[in-house]
């Protein structure tokens, strides 16, 4: 075997992958596609996974570490992805099935135990999921179905839930997908966070020549124009995986640039309502307050003309009416 390791975020070991030389087995199909409604625009969408090119080639095994490592429970853990993994042991699980999806070994405890984690990969043993069912491009999961029998309390078939965290700029943001790859147990449902991987994000995201997600020059995301994940490059980026800098063609920029929806034209037509509105509003004040300007001009004119107001006049009329009655004494 052949084996990897490297350090996690606190200095624990993470797992080893091992790869057993094993003559090549048929390949089991990887692809799962997902309907899902966008947490953002709330749009419906599609994604779909293919994680193939994580499958150990001919009945391989990744080797993962229980969480605990204390003297009555030092177990180690063989599974493959998308397929079937050979035993670890033939001594300690050669009374288990020679070829299942993960297995449960501990070789220093009591002469060895082994048990089955899962047993072949087909629907009734295989269960799909999103890890964020709004959020398809946090990656997706997969749980291994049809273990050993637990005894009691639990009374039920061993099981293991493998997350497989989308290597994405956006995803790596949440510390949660940086937990040491460590298996936990619960109740004989066992639960593994896989090494964050391009592999698990969704397709349409086109990994650069480095196996990174848009070249870590832009993010993963839902182009709803084109009906598919995409590409969303940073400013001086652009191509299918962000991996050409400089200013864009028209038809290159609009292939990886975000798309306008039915949301955004939306949101125009209110943006550009509001500048009406509020143009409106400027002219309607202008006017008023050249109208306030005129009456205070006419009032200021009125009283220059009438200096005397209002009871000057009162005795203009009183003087004119005396006058019309001495004429027509007289």
């Known amino acids: 075997h052949a084996s990897d390791s490297r350090m996690g975020p606190h200095g624990s070991w993470l797992p080893y992958a091992l790869l057993v030389l094993l003559p090549q087995a048929d390949a089991i199909s990887c692809k799962k596609s997902f309907q899902y409604t966008s947490k953002i625009d709330k749009e419906a969408?599609?994604?779909?996974?293919?994680?193939?090119?994580?499958?150990?080639?001919?009945?391989?095994?990744?080797?993962?570490r229980d969480e605990l490592t204390v003297s009555n429970r030092n177990?180690?853990?063989a599974l493959n992805v998308?397929?079937?993994?050979?035993?670890?042991?033939?001594?300690?699980?050669?009374?288990?099935?020679?070829?299942?999806?993960?297995?449960?070994?501990?070789?220093t405890n009591n002469?060895?135990?082994?048990?089955?984690?899962?047993?072949?990969?087909?629907?009734?043993?295989a269960e799909w999921s999103l890890i964020d069912p709004l959020a398809p491009t946090k990656g997706v999961k997969l749980k291994y179905k049809g273990g050993t029998h637990c005894g009691p309390p639990n009374n039920k078939d061993r099981s293991i839930t493998i997350t497989f965290p989308c290597y994405n700029r956006d995803t790596m943001a949440d510390?949660?997908?940086?937990?040491?790859?460590?298996?936990?147990?619960?109740?004989?449902?066992?639960?593994?966070?896989?090494?964050?991987?391009p592999s698990a994000c969704p397709l349409g995201c086109t990994k650069s020549s480095g196996d990174t997600v848009c070249g870590n020059n832009g993010f993963c995301g839902y182009d709803s124009d084109?009906?598919?994940?995409?590409?969303?490059?940073?400013?001086?980026?652009?191509?299918?995986?962000?991996?050409m800098q400089g200013a864009a063609t028209t038809e290159a920029s609009s292939a990886s640039a975000p798309g306008c929806d039915g949301v955004c034209v939306a949101l125009i037509f209110v943006f550009l309502l509001l500048l009406g509105?509020?143009?409106?509003?400027?002219?309607?004040?202008?006017?008023?307050r050249k109208?306030?300007?005129?009456?205070?001009?006419?009032?200021a004119l009125a009283e220059d003309l009438n200096p005397d107001g209002e009871e000057a006049f009162e005795l203009q009329d009183a003087t004119r009416d005396d006058d019309d009655d001495v004429d027509i004494d007289g």
């Open 45 to 64: 969408g599609v994604a779909t996974f293919d994680l193939s090119s994580l499958k150990m080639r001919a009945n391989g095994w990744y080797t993962f």
């Open 82 to 107: 998308c397929g079937r993994a050979h035993r670890p042991s033939e001594t300690l699980c050669q009374n288990e099935d020679p070829l299942a999806t993960a297995y449960q070994f501990d070789s």
């Open 277 to 288: 509105l509020i143009a409106t509003a400027i002219v309607i004040l202008f006017r008023v």
């Open 291 to 299: 109208m306030n300007e005129m009456n205070i001009r006419f009032a």
């Open 175 to 197: 510390s949660s997908f940086l937990l040491d790859s460590r298996v936990r147990e619960k109740d004989c449902d066992y639960f593994l966070n896989f090494h964050p991987t």
């Open 75 to 77: 177990y180690s853990y």
């Open 226 to 243: 084109r009906d598919r994940f995409a590409c969303f490059c940073d400013n001086g980026w652009y191509g299918e995986s962000c991996e």
């Open 111 to 125: 002469g060895g135990e082994c048990f089955r984690l899962g047993s072949t990969f087909d629907d009734d043993n």
